[in-house]
């Protein structure tokens, strides 16, 4: 092996370990929502909403990071700042006295894990600008590691310790790695680009806002509005429906994500060299059908099974939907990240709100609400196929 690959596979399991870190307390969210209704008394839609302000706030410092990611040489610095942000806001936010400054707290840690995307991975694909689906699929890998082995830890703590002091245990994750970072920052490749301009801001605006252009924000959207609405809904349905208990909440929760988890790598290749659209609609298809399997008056372990197969497919196929809008873009990766990570985690969170709204009727009707926003978002990636620009081979 080669010098430059060695150097090129330490980066990659450097990232994905750093991506595990400031996605771990992301991942114990959705285990510790029970517990916080009951502290606070929220009905599913309060809950949905709180899920939506995390998400929505978050999202705010996507696009910001990747227009500064592309401007900034030494990246290394930047993606060092975000695990002290994420360490401290989660802390604070463990601490919180009320719904409103839970949610804010929670925002303002996740504006820290948010920052580390599009840094992180436009990194990575200008040093695997052949293989970008690999690339984002491996370090895919790290986040969702973080909600396979979060939600298993939370589960059994919840047992012997309140949610406040779990997310306060969970903090430590990102607290680590930055100590562990300081360490390794310098090695992180200065970006060589041209810094973004102007005209490139307004280059990437004409090509989001042609035809084409927004047909693949309403897929990319309308894809985390599914994913968002099932692991927002599926803990609370899990605890309050079919009786199970956090530890085993977290076992299933835990089971989905692994899926995804080792899915990713392996569909952003298969990508790479297939095609984007048929892999993303073959993958969605199956997640619809496992989500209204879900939604059937079935027993327990029935819907859990099939609660599973739906999120583990829709995560896994989440690789190939951020190829697809690097390949659609052409240009400047990191912001071209930033922006669809803002589609995903800031317009895809609303998902959580209405798939709550719903859930105050019947917890089981989200799943159903999944089903449909996942069948626009295959509507609207064919639909692309059919308007894209030529931009690259891989779109198709």
Not at 163 to 177: E, F, G, I, N, Q
Not at 248 to 256: D, E, L, P, R, Y
Request: aromatic content about 10%.
């Amino acid at each position: 092996m080669s010098n430059s690959s060695k150097k090129l596979k330490t980066l990659q399991f450097t990232f994905l370990f750093g991506h595990m870190a400031n996605d771990w307390c992301n991942g114990a969210i959705y285990i510790l929502l029970p517990a916080i209704g009951l502290t606070f008394g929220l009905r599913p839609s309060q809950l949905g909403l709180l899920v939506t302000i995390y998400a929505f706030g978050a999202a705010l410092a996507y696009l910001p990071a990747g227009i500064i990611a592309d401007r900034f040489r030494n990246q290394g610095r930047l993606l060092l700042l975000t695990f002290w942000w994420v360490g401290i806001g989660y802390i604070a936010a463990s601490r919180a006295p009320g719904f409103l400054s839970l949610a804010l707290l929670l925002a303002f840690a996740g504006m820290g894990d948010a920052t580390w995307h599009p840094i992180a991975t436009g990194v990575l694909t200008r040093q695997m600008p052949g293989r970008r689906g690999q690339a984002l699929g491996i370090h895919a890998i790290g986040g969702t590691l973080a909600t396979v082995l979060s939600p298993l830890l939370v589960g059994f703590l919840l047992a012997v310790l309140n949610w406040r002091d779990v997310m306060m245990v969970s903090a430590a994750a990102p607290l680590l790695m930055g100590l562990v970072f300081i360490r390794y920052h310098r090695a992180v490749p200065r970006s060589t680009s041209k810094r973004i301009t102007r005209s490139d801001l307004g280059n990437l605006k004409k090509t989001w806002s042609s035809s084409s252009g927004l047909t693949l924000i309403a897929g990319i959207s309308t894809y985390n509005m599914a994913v968002m609405a099932l692991i927002t809904i599926m803990p609370l349905f899990l605890q309050r429906s079919g009786g199970f208990t956090p530890g085993q909440t977290g076992i299933v929760f835990a089971s989905a994500m692994l899926i995804g988890a080792i899915g990713q790598p392996w569909v952003g290749r298969f990508s790479d060299a297939k095609g984007r659209r048929g892999v993303f609609i073959v993958g969605s298809v199956i997640g619809v059908s496992a989500a209204m399997f879900a939604a059937l008056p079935l027993a327990p372990v029935w819907i859990s099974i099939s609660l599973v197969l739906s999120v583990g497919i829709l995560v896994a196929i989440r690789s190939g939907v951020l190829a697809l809008a690097v390949d659609f873009a052409g240009q400047r990766e990191a912001t071209t990240l930033g922006f669809v990570f803002v589609l995903m985690d800031g317009v895809g969170a609303f998902g959580a709100m209405l798939a709550g709204i719903v859930g105050d009727f019947q917890l089981h009707y989200a799943f159903l609400l999944a089903a449909g926003f996942s069948i626009i978002s295959i509507a609207a990636i064919f639909a692309v196929d059919r308007t894209r620009r030529p931009a690259s081979p891989h779109q198709s």
